[in-house]
């Protein structure tokens, strides 16, 4: 009997926490997987508009050049998605691989169709690109702009990543038979004495419960630092657009770095002569002809990212910011639309109700139906009117006097997720060394759309700031760690 009793508690305990744990572990992976499909929509529209300006006014070199495109965006798709992929070798790649195309068909058009020494010539261009340096500053400051924000993004997606891997290691956490034997007094021992109906005392269910998850709380702090991260992970990648401006501004790095190369065409042309030893005869002149000017300076490139923040947008890039929307398998807004924002906003606000998960998690356990605190409870030896014992604190230091569960050791599996939890904080920490210095969020939770109409918030869809008195802000959710 007293078998199938423990088999039954701890059955049943380990279900009771899963199904607390189960919304927290919804919340990561389905945001993971948001997160990634808003990454993937913008590199595909930050791709097209890229090409629509190759094939609309770099016509000559388009359809030689999509293919170093693709490369490109697929690059910045695996960095991403956590590849060891560099952003900064990736934009360089791509230039230097534009470069001999640019050569042969902007800076000096027909060259290579005279010359039987094409393939050496390109490959002496490609090799010899930012020694040249024809397109000036723009590479390196694309691959920086690009870089950081970015970096952000992917971070966070192996942050998220890592979370999943806290949750799934505590899931189904192994209870001591110290532990099972606390349950079976707590839940089934009244039953010997015909007691169906009494409940535990709270006090009593809490000892039970901080001694049986006294490994698990000690994931408290480090969670709370984690949860503090993606918060500000998350500001550094969607605020002020960053992200999505980033992308967008591919388009307008590209553009002015043709131009340069261009309107620096002889200088190039000279250079090259002596760099890779090849005659190419009189230089085509200083000017691109027709199309290749008039409409490409119609396109300017976007402000640095650095002045996003204190400078407005300007109208063509908040047109454009207007039309990345997308929905998300995650339950919708009440205007059915998403950008990189409002993702990131919902997320945010959800996520404040679980910083303290791991030291509330005997308190949820021993919340509702499962206990009383009235004039009669169990106590774990009789029906008295209020539990007399020691209420114990979190952790495993505070079970030293815990009356009802010894601790005797922590568990090895936990302590090895508490060590690598750590671990990559602090990595994440040396890594983005100025997160905790950015600006904050001053949108955040303010109840409105990226078109500045108010929404309806009700505390079902996550709206609602956690109950510990901590704000909407970011600044607010910083502060609270």
């Not at 590199?43 to 000559?60: A, C, M, P, R, V």
């Not at 976007?302 to 929905?327: D, K, N, T």
Request: net charge negative; with cysteine; hydrophobic share 35%.
């Amino acid at each position: 009997m007293e078998e199938s009793y423990q088999f039954a508690v701890k059955k049943e305990t380990q279900h009771n926490i899963h199904s607390y744990s189960y919304e927290l572990e919804h919340l990561l992976s389905g945001h993971s997987d948001a997160f990634q499909d808003m990454f993937q929509y913008l590199l595909s529209f930050s791709q097209g508009h890229l090409s629509s300006l190759l094939e609309g006014t770099y016509s000559s070199l388009s359809r030689h050049a999509l293919p170093h495109v693709n490369q490109l965006f697929s690059s910045l798709s695996h960095y991403l998605r956590g590849a060891n992929v560099s952003v900064d070798a990736a934009v360089h790649q791509f230039f230097n691989n534009l470069f001999p195309l640019v050569y042969t068909r902007l800076i000096n058009p027909g060259i290579d169709g005279s010359m039987t020494t094409a393939n050496e010539m390109s490959d002496c261009l490609r090799m010899t690109r930012q020694d040249v340096n024809p397109f000036g500053p723009h590479p390196a400051v694309m691959a920086q702009a690009l870089a950081g924000a970015l970096g952000a993004g992917r971070h966070l997606g192996l942050a998220l990543e890592e979370g999943l891997g806290v949750m799934n290691a505590t899931e189904y956490v192994s209870l001591s038979k110290e532990c099972v034997r606390g349950l079976v007094k707590m839940v089934y021992c009244s039953h010997c004495r015909g007691l169906t109906l009494i409940k535990p005392c709270v006090g009593y269910c809490l000892n039970v419960m901080r001694g049986c998850l006294a490994s698990v709380s000690e994931l408290d702090q480090p969670w709370r630092r984690y949860s503090t991260l993606l918060e500000q992970l998350t500001h550094a990648m969607a605020g002020h657009h960053s992200l999505e401006l980033a992308l967008l501004g591919v388009r307008g790095y590209v553009n002015e770095a043709l131009l340069y190369a261009q309107l620096h065409g002889p200088l190039i042309t000279a250079t090259v002569d002596k760099v890779c030893g090849l005659s190419t005869g009189e230089p085509t002149g200083m000017q691109p002809t027709g199309p290749e000017v008039t409409t490409s300076t119609v396109t300017s490139s976007p402000p640095h990212p650095s002045a996003a923040p204190s400078q407005p947008l300007p109208e063509q890039w908040l047109g454009q910011l207007a039309h990345l929307r997308s929905s998300f398998p995650l339950k919708p807004s009440k205007n059915n639309k998403h950008s990189l924002r409002t993702l990131s906003r919902e997320f945010l606000m959800y996520l404040q109700r679980y910083k303290s998960f791991f030291a509330a998690l005997p308190e949820m356990l021993c919340e509702g139906e499962n206990v009383v605190d009235e004039s009669t409870c169990w106590s774990g030896e009789d029906v008295v009117e209020s539990y007399t014992g020691r209420v114990v604190g979190n952790g495993l230091h505070a079970q030293r006097q815990n009356p009802e569960v010894k601790v005797r050791t922590p568990n090895p599996s936990l302590a090895e997720v508490k060590e690598r939890l750590e671990r990559f904080n602090q990595e994440t920490e040396e890594k983005f060394p100025k997160l905790g210095q950015m600006e904050t969020w001053d949108e955040l939770g303010s109840g409105e759309t990226e078109e500045g109409s108010t929404t309806d918030c009700d505390d079902e869809d996550g709206c609602q700031a956690s109950g510990d008195g901590h704000g909407q802000t970011c600044k607010g959710a910083l502060a609270s760690s």
